[in-house]
């Protein structure tokens, strides 16, 4: 075995048998521990799958799919299905961001555990998604990548009813029927492109090798709407805000941070990789669609009064962005989709870290009840107010790029709909900006009210040690974009061959 596919292996083992470690240690803390040192295993096994030979990953008839390092055994050898894995420079940067804010949630367990039960269980299943999140990303055939899909479902569902708020089981429970919908139309997409093309081999589906245009059609028709239930996408978002809003806050770091991103990879990878042609026939609804969430969203936002809520409204348009950058099928628009992932994933997980600490501080989310921040935790305000500047795409932090390259892309992509596109989604942006600039007038300025009065100007060592590496990822990539658009340059380029 080579030290690639040693490393694949290892990235799916680590946090599988760490769970079941885990729920055997007997002590709470103890188990917590354990979970944290296995989440840093696991990370530092991502971080060195970027070693190797940088090839790509191909979706046109040739070259082949060409991963930087792959494992492909027997599964169901009946079935012709395969335990096939393989990283590349559009799956390794939401490997590593997935591993970073499972170990940085397991690490802040170990501070404070939300109440609703035992920390060993909650780690035990922070663990669980993020084996299901890991395969998703690595998984190279399409039935495996089904299973892992699925492998989220419960543990999230159990993490939001168990450690949520006070509303958690519905939110619970909404979060769960929208996501099986979704599922039940992934499983139908699968099998129409396994029975059409006779095999379950990403590799051999690139370029929709195999496919009619008609199997194409509605294969992408399928597949588009299931990942669009996942990340969601606009009018299929509904479940989104009270999950994240009941979610505790490490469950909402997750949520937000990595969970959403299985829709639009899966957009990326399968259903435009495997059904070109459904997904150029689709690309204006796309596009219109993806504008349609930046505005609502934004103006949702705007009119929004609960902290996380806002905050998960913000994602809606935000995964607009990364929405239009796939629509327009060009090299730009999708690397902004995907520097427009990581970039949420990063900012999204510190707002919500940042928002449960107010929270957990004032015990409330209203913003009328939290102005004057700065005066009384001016630390804490200071972190809130980078987060969100960095949100609403200031130049030099990770969240200008996505949405920068999304309505230049849309411009290049040229003629009247496009156009307006791009016209409107910037306008969206300008919106974006104001609704987090209102967020932090109501929160950090003004007279302290009640439940900020009372407040501490600390922070705790945990928290720091939690949100700093958010924080430095957040300038890393906006000063050099290079960090995550540089390894996928290749991908891209294969990708959008296939629509020339």
Avoid at 73 to 88: A, I, S, T
Avoid at 189 to 201: E, F, I, L, S
Avoid at 234 to 257: E, F, K, N, R, Y
Avoid at 324 to 344: P, R, S, Y
């Amino acid at each position: 075995m080579s030290l690639g596919e040693f490393l694949l292996v290892a990235v799916l083992a680590l946090p599988a048998v760490g769970a079941v470690l885990v729920a055997a240690t007997p002590r709470d803390r103890a188990a917590r521990l354990v979970a944290t040192a296995v989440a840093a295993l696991t990370l530092v096994g991502a971080v060195l799958l970027v070693l190797g030979d940088h090839g790509w990953f191909g979706y046109g008839p040739a070259p082949a799919v060409q991963p930087w390092h792959q494992l492909d055994l027997p599964w169901v050898p009946g079935l012709d299905l395969r335990f096939h894995l393989g990283v590349d420079g559009i799956s390794w940067p939401l490997v590593a961001l997935t591993a970073l804010l499972t170990l940085l949630c397991c690490g802040y367990t170990l501070w404070r555990v939300p109440a609703g039960g035992s920390g060993r269980a909650l780690v035990a299943l922070l663990l669980v998604v993020e084996v299901g999140i890991l395969g998703t990303f690595l998984a190279l055939d399409l039935v495996l990548f089904f299973v892992f899909f699925e492998v989220v479902l419960l543990p999230m569902y159990a993490i939001i009813a168990g450690w949520g708020g006070d509303d958690r089981r519905r939110a619970a429970r909404k979060f769960v029927l929208y996501t099986l919908f979704g599922s039940v139309l992934l499983l139908v997409g699968v099998y129409v492109v396994v029975a059409a093309a006779g095999t379950a081999d990403i590799v051999a589906l690139t370029g929709g090798s195999g496919l009619s245009r008609g199997a194409q059609l509605a294969a992408f028709t399928l597949l588009g709407l299931a990942f669009a239930v996942k990340a969601p996408l606009w009018p299929l978002h509904s479940w989104l805000p009270d999950a994240h809003t009941q979610a505790p806050t490490v469950g909402s770091v997750i949520l937000a941070g990595v969970l959403l991103k299985m829709g639009t990879y899966g957009l990326i990878r399968v259903a435009v990789g495997v059904a070109p042609e459904g997904a150029r026939w689709a690309a204006p609804a796309l596009g219109v669609l993806a504008v349609a969430a930046i505005l609502v969203g934004s103006l949702v936002c705007l009119a929004q009064d609960e902290l996380k809520r806002l905050i998960a409204y913000s994602s809606v348009g935000h995964m607009g962005f990364v929405l239009l950058g796939v629509a327009t099928l060009t090299a730009t628009g999708i690397q902004a989709a995907l520097i427009g992932n990581i970039a949420h994933g990063v900012i999204t997980g510190l707002l919500f870290f940042l928002a449960g600490a107010v929270k957990d501080r004032t015990h409330t989310g209203a913003l009328a009840e939290l102005s004057g921040l700065r005066e009384t935790a001016p630390r804490l305000a200071g972190l809130l107010g980078f987060a969100a500047v960095a949100s609403l795409g200031l130049p030099g932090l990770a969240g200008f790029w996505g949405e920068a390259f999304a309505v230049i892309a849309a411009v290049r992509r040229g003629g009247p709909l496009w156009t307006t596109l791009a016209v409107l989604a910037a306008v969206g942006g300008a919106l974006t900006a104001a609704y987090f600039l209102r967020l932090l007038r109501q929160v950090t300025h003004g007279r302290p009210s009640p439940a900020v009065g009372r407040l501490a100007p600390g922070l705790a060592g945990a928290e720091l040690t939690a949100w700093a590496p958010l924080v430095l990822l957040a300038l890393a990539v906006g000063l050099a974009p290079t960090l995550v658009l540089g390894l996928a340059t290749g991908p891209v380029d294969a990708l959008v061959g296939v629509f020339r």
